[in-house]
């Protein structure tokens, strides 16, 4: 059995400094260096998973294979490395808490004194080394800031593991930042002296330490540094802003982090190549042309809500060779009269977003509504289908008052739970979670886009297409081109006589890979742009003829 090495990837000053895109980079630094890789996220808070978190708390919520609710950050992996995660990779205090208390009611513990130390501890350790002897290396992103109540069993765990596996098979990365003071026209260190101090006074001293900085640092920051807080002035690394978080591979490649930690850990790989990445990456810099992609969704002021969809649509530009603009939409917005025409004016495609709840879902309608009338391609992702075929069932096959069970009871909820979610008391983590297979119809969109019979596809919903009504609303023109093997359920539904109209009841940017993209994302963004090319040679046409 091949002995793993383990990397801790801890944080200090500020949150959201970017731990998840430097693991994720490094790993795939490791893989192209010919090691086995994978990551795992370490939360500390209480809730069991983010699934009924509000996104303006915790972002997206990623959904794995086997239906795990779990941190955005593990959508990052999956990207960069290309990896298929599980709920294995993610751990939330919650769950660790969880465990020993349900051990402790069933005896497991009988006569002693249940503790933090060792019993939290070991089960955080027995979670962090779950893939023991599977991989050559296991990076290990701890959650929140180094000094954080929450987060101090996760670093007594990851000091406690160090010690037993030896610094030859293990070693510690802290991300930290170094501010530029504008006034004074200084990098200031002193953040980054007390970010460590707080780390060794957990008992961990790092290996390597990430500067996250806005100005370059001078040799003599980083010796400063490397003096001031105990490591190899080599190992002090600064992590520069950049244009796009696909560059943060090739700027920590330049800057020797591979090579660093495999000297470190005793190891020796392969020469680094990174021609196929880089290739993306300037896809993603210089394209050739453009599009203008409206984004309707009810948590639009806070951007990670649509981590996964926003990262699609990027991996589609590059593919298509187009620079993808975001106009962002409130749903809410669109609700009022008059609004519709005025906010999507101009697009080149229209995307509507997941989401749960009431609010904004008659700007979601009206979103597809107009998408269809304009003939403009469209893309309704899970909660955006189901609008789509509310609006389709009120206008087009005569329903005013269509609609779906979870907003309202009507005569045509064309949307509504089906027996087994009715019977659903818990919220948390009982929605129709995970990869299911989706049988796709030759002669659709679906199909040029798929090129195959069988795809699995990622879920987060409970409400589906009533099939009580899918008779009517194909007899107007709604095409079933996706549906479970069954028959029983509608996966994918399109618009016969449309330019590009396709809903889908599953997530499919959690499938979205770089460099290739997903293949919806990609034939969504190629219609977008083929309709942008035809509306300026019209243009074009009618200002000759003037």
């Known amino acids: 059995m091949p002995v793993t090495k383990y990397i801790f990837i801890t944080g200090g000053v500020l949150s959201s400094l970017g731990k998840g895109i430097a693991t994720a980079s490094l790993g795939l630094l490791l893989k192209l260096r010919g090691f086995s890789v994978t990551a795992l996220k370490f939360d500390p808070y209480i809730n069991v998973d983010p699934g009924t978190m509000n996104p303006y708390q915790h972002g997206e919520v990623y959904v794995t294979d086997d239906g795990a609710e779990t941190d955005l950050d ?13 709920r294995l990779n993610n751990t939330t205090a919650g769950q660790v808490y969880y465990e020993v208390i349900q051990r402790e009611r069933k005896g497991y513990y009988l006569g002693k004194t249940v503790q933090v130390i060792p019993h939290i501890t070991d089960e955080i350790k027995r979670r962090m080394t779950i893939f023991d002897g599977q991989y050559d290396i296991v990076l290990i992103e ?14 007594e765990a990851a000091r406690q593991l160090c010690l037993e596996r030896g610094s030859q098979n293990t070693l510690t990365l802290h991300l930290t930042y170094v501010p530029y003071v504008r006034s004074a026209e200084e990098v200031k260190t002193k953040p980054t002296q007390h970010s460590v101090k707080a780390l ?5 001293r790092p290996d390597i330490l ?29 992590a520069l802003d950049v244009e796009t978080i696909y560059e943060v591979p090739h700027m920590f490649a330049r800057r020797g982090l591979d090579t660093i930690v495999l000297r470190k850990l005793g190891l020796q790989g392969k020469p680094l190549r990174m021609e196929r990445w880089n290739r993306f990456v300037q896809r993603i810099k210089n394209p050739r042309y453009e599009v203008t992609i409206a984004f309707v969704g009810k948590y639009t002021q806070y951007r990670d809500s649509y981590k996964s969809i926003l990262e699609a649509l990027t991996h589609a530009g590059a593919v298509a060779n187009a620079r993808v603009h975001i106009r962002w939409i409130s749903a809410e917005e669109l609700s009022l009269d008059g609004v519709v025409s005025n906010a999507l004016e101009g697009v080149d495609g229209i995307l509507v977003a997941p989401g749960f709840g009431s609010r904004g879902v008659e700007g979601k309608i009206a979103a597809a509504g107009y998408a269809r009338r304009q003939n403009i391609p469209y893309l309704g992702i899970c909660l955006g289908m189901q609008c789509a075929i509310i609006e389709f069932a009120r206008n087009v096959c005569g329903w005013p008052d269509a609609h779906s069970a979870e907003f309202a009871r009507t005569a045509h909820n064309v949307i509504d739970l089906l027996p087994e979610q009715r019977k659903v008391k818990q919220k948390g983590g009982t929605m129709r979670l995970g990869a299911y297979p989706c049988v796709i119809r030759k002669g659709t969109k679906a199909w040029e886009a798929y090129r195959q019979e069988l ?17 009517t609303l194909q007899q107007h ?3 079933v081109s996706g549906t479970s093997p069954d028959g029983r359920l509608v996966e994918i539904a399109e618009l016969r006589h449309h330019r590009w109209f396709v809903g889908v009841q599953f997530h499919p940017e959690f499938k979205s890979r770089v460099p290739e993209g997903h293949p919806l994302f990609v034939h969504f963004v190629r219609a977008a742009l083929r309709y942008r090319q035809q509306r300026q040679a019209i243009a074009t046409e009618v200002a000759q003829g003037a």
Do not use: W
């Not at 593990?74 to 599980?86: D, Q, V, W």
């Not at 800031?145 to 987060?151: A, K, L, M, N, Y």
């Open 477 to 479: 023109g709604l095409l």
């Open 74 to 86: 593990l959508g990052h992996y999956e990207r960069f490395m290309g990896i298929t995660t599980s």
């Open 200 to 204: 060794m006074e957990s008992g961990i």
């Open 142 to 155: 701890i959650g929140g800031t180094v000094g954080d109540i929450e987060s101090l069993p996760f670093l």
């Open 455 to 471: 795809v699995y596809e990622r879920h987060r919903h409970r409400y589906e297409v009533n099939p009580d009504f899918l008779p």
């Open 210 to 238: 990430l500067c996250r900085t806005e100005q370059r640092l001078s040799r003599e920051i980083r010796s400063k540094i490397a003096l001031f807080c105990n490591v190899d002035e080599e190992a002090v690394i600064e």
